[in-house]
């Protein structure tokens, strides 16, 4: 059965920090990793998704990794911003099943 | 058009009363999903429609029906809810419920039951 861990559970930073939320995962067998954000009480809005056969993906200021060898994918946030302090959740789908199994997410924030 | 719609944003209801919840899409997605999260927890599957036909129930309590209608439309009929029931209620969609896709979730709806 795939167990996504998420260090570290919560994070504050000052703004304009660069910083990485971890993503770790025991079944190396990944069809995708997906990232999310979610602000209070709201829906998740898909940040990232990379597929098992890349190695990363890129948008704006976050670039997402994946190492499928040691389970691993990072989320680099350059230069936050007030505006990034958000819940983020890492959704890994494998072992023959298309349903994903989320961490229970890094809560961020950033403040001025 | 990438969004997943939810109705209502918040609901309130008691324990005897029948309420429903509704999600669209008009992405021509063929896999539409529940999820029920608790506060600072990752959400919990509750069912899967694929090709408008059940195909995941999550040992979820019958006080709690799917519908859904059509490609486009998913209900979450709601009957002699418990107050532990209070959660976000999420829905999300994706291309056809294979490995590899992505998925779109809607902005949810908050559940009180009293």
Redesign the interface.
Known sequence: KQEVTQIPAALSVPEGENLVLNCSFTDSAI??L?W?RQDP??????LL?I??SQREQTSGRLNASLDKSSGRSTLYIAASQPGDSATY?C?V?SGGS???T????TSLIVHP | DTEVTQTPKHLVMGMTNKKSLKCEQHMGHRAMYWYKQKAKKPPELMFVYSYEKLSINESVPSRFSPECPNSSLLNLHLHALQPEDSALYLCASSQEGREGEKLFFGSGTQLSVL
């Open positions: 069809y995708n997906q999310f009480g709201k829906g998740l809005t898909s998704l597929q098992s959740l959704a789908a298309y349903i994903p989320f961490g229970r997410g």
